[in-house]
């Protein structure tokens, strides 16, 4: 079966840190490869994606991804921490053929600290 | 409109009662997506429409949930008889293409959600 890992389920970090959180998948295809972040009583809002190419990938406030297919991995980081990234991060993964359903992740609550 | 839109945002029902959550998809986004999001957990797929066709319902829990799309646009996902495991948040979400055409086009995006909690 299609499954994703986060393997951090809490993470702290201070303002002006770098982050990194990880995600892996299980399935041997081409995946699609999605991050999202939800805020406290709000829906999900997409960070970033991968398709095909270039295998990292810049997405919105500054985050990137980077698609690993030897370690079937795709890890969000970011440089510099701003204490409103404090939110629950979900990597997701979709795949061509069957590309319906997105396979969530149980999610990564960052905390930043000032 | 601007966004996937969801209503109610917040229900509160007794067990036994049937409840019924509304999502308004992004105007000519042809897919639908519903998601159970149980407290602490990543989202799961419930089921899925492309245009009024429901052509993945694998992810209903049991035959208390039914999820129409009669005209192709507005969603209703219903839940008959609910019991106190039914208490999530349940998001949907819209994509503007087929789901087999690939790409940027499967995207999903996502309202804001219906928290239901059952007593």
């Known amino acids: 079966a299609q499954s994703v890992t986060q393997p951090d389920i809490h993470i702290t970090v201070s303002e002006g840190a770098s982050l990194e959180l990880r995600c892996n998948y299980s399935?041997?295809?081409?995946?699609?490869l999605f991050w999202y972040v939800q805020s406290p009583g709000q829906g999900l809002q997409l960070l970033l994606k991968?398709?095909?190419?270039?295998?990292l990938v810049q997405g919105i406030k500054g985050f990137e991804a980077e698609f690993k297919r030897s370690q079937s991995s795709f890890n969000l980081r970011k440089p510099s921490v701003h204490w409103s990234d404090a939110a629950e991060y979900f990597c997701?993964?979709?795949?061509?053929?069957?590309?319906?359903?997105?396979?969530f992740g149980t999610g990564t609550r960052l905390q930043v600290t000032l | 409109g601007a966004g996937v839109s969801q209503s109610p945002r917040y229900k509160v029902a007794k067990r036994g009662q049937d409840v019924a959550l509304r999502c308004d998809p992004i105007?000519?986004?042809?897919?639908l997506f519903w998601y159970q999001q149980a407290l602490g957990q990543g989202p799961e797929f419930l089921t899925y429409?492309?245009?009024?066709?429901?052509?993945?319902k694998s992810g209903l829990p049991s035959d208390r949930f039914f999820a129409e799309r009669p005209e192709g646009s507005v969603s209703t996902l219903k839940i008959q008889r609910t019991q106190q495991e039914d208490s999530a948040v349940y998001l949907c979400?819209?994509?503007?293409?087929?789901?087999?055409?690939?790409?940027?086009?499967?995207?999903?995006?996502f309202g804001a959600g219906t928290r239901l909690s059952v007593l």
């Open positions: 979400a819209s994509s503007l293409a087929f789901v087999t055409s690939g790409g940027a086009k499967n995207i999903q995006y």
């Open positions: 991968y398709f095909s190419g270039d295998t």
């Open positions: 429409f492309q245009n009024e066709a429901q052509l993945d």
């Open positions: 997701a993964v979709g795949w061509a053929g069957t590309a319906s359903k997105l396979t």
């Open positions: 399935y041997g295809a081409t995946p699609y």
């Open positions: 105007s000519g986004h042809v897919s």
